[in-house]
């Protein structure tokens, strides 16, 4: 309430400061770097950032990553040193995206001429991309994360702000699956070099950016409408499967009641 230190929602329980310390507002900024935490967050800032590899180094790693492929889909290098490969995203979106509405499917004839389809109209609908449905792109080792967004997006002609979505890496250690966010500048091919090509190892997997508070105002007039809409569909199965279980308990104590009359006491 008073440095307004910022952490992880699930990391608030470790962090430990001195609330009795006066308020920010009271603090000087050579004081605020000695609040507890605030030495760990300054080295590592300081740290330095590891040695980019060689393409000797890069050129083996590839070798050995293209030994482990089974399904033809292996990474290449170029002259300069840069790379290509493929990289498979899992879409588990659980909200409704936006898309033109009356628009064809896009053609080769489209993707080769780069016709952006959604900039033919101004007509916008909502529906739902597949649970878990799975889209596979061949990107450079120079792509970042918020070019995978972008070209994610453009495929399925989804017209949202980018900012909304956020491309993660799942892993899988000790029988848990663990989900860790990417940074935008982050490279995926080079994370999928690293990791080999077997996806219950590493996996990338497209999500909503929950940043803990949603920006409402990112959102259009018709998709606040369509939340409405949605969350009063969920309020009402919701209170309907209240009611059927409560009901099913109502039936079982009266048959109870029924069979335990002729009973004695």
């Known amino acids: 309430a008073d440095c307004r230190y910022t952490c992880h929602q699930e990391c608030r329980s470790l962090i430990q400061l001195d609330c009795r310390r006066p308020s920010q507002s009271q603090l000087s900024p050579e004081s605020t770097l000695l609040l507890p935490c605030s030495q760990n967050v300054t080295q590592t800032v300081e740290e330095e950032k590891p040695e980019p590899p060689t393409i000797q180094e890069i050129k083996q790693k590839i070798e050995k990553y293209n030994a482990k492929v089974t399904n ?52 916008r609908t909502s529906f739902y991309l597949p649970l878990d449905a799975i889209k596979q792109l061949h990107i450079s080792s120079t792509t970042t994360v918020s070019e995978v967004i972008q070209g994610l997006l453009k495929k399925f002609m989804v017209v949202d ?4 979505f956020a491309l993660f890496k799942e892993m899988r250690k000790d029988g848990q699956v663990l989900f860790q966010k990417l940074p935008l500048t982050e490279y995926p091919l080079y994370l999928r070099l690293l990791a080999g090509p077997d996806t219950d ?65």
């Not at 702000?161 to 909304?164: A, C, G, I, S, V």
């Not at 018709?222 to 949605?230: S, V």
């Open 161 to 164: 702000n980018p900012q909304k």
């Open 72 to 123: 033809c889909l292996l990474m290449k290098l170029n002259d300069d040193g840069t790379y290509t490969g493929f990289i498979k995203v899992h879409l588990k979106l659980r909200r409704p995206v936006t898309v033109p509405a009356g628009i064809r499917p896009q053609s080769i004839y489209d993707a080769l001429k780069e016709v952006n389809l959604a900039d033919m109209t101004d007509k």
């Open 201 to 265: 190892v590493l996996s990338f997997v497209l999500k909503e950016n929950e940043t803990g508070e949603v920006e409402w105002d990112a959102f259009s007039i018709p998709e606040l409408q369509n939340f409405l809409m949605i969350l009063d569909k969920e309020e009402k199965d919701k209170i309907q499967q209240v009611q059927r279980k409560y009901e099913k308990f109502k039936q079982r104590l009266q048959q109870t009641l029924k069979e335990a009359r002729g009973k004695p006491g």
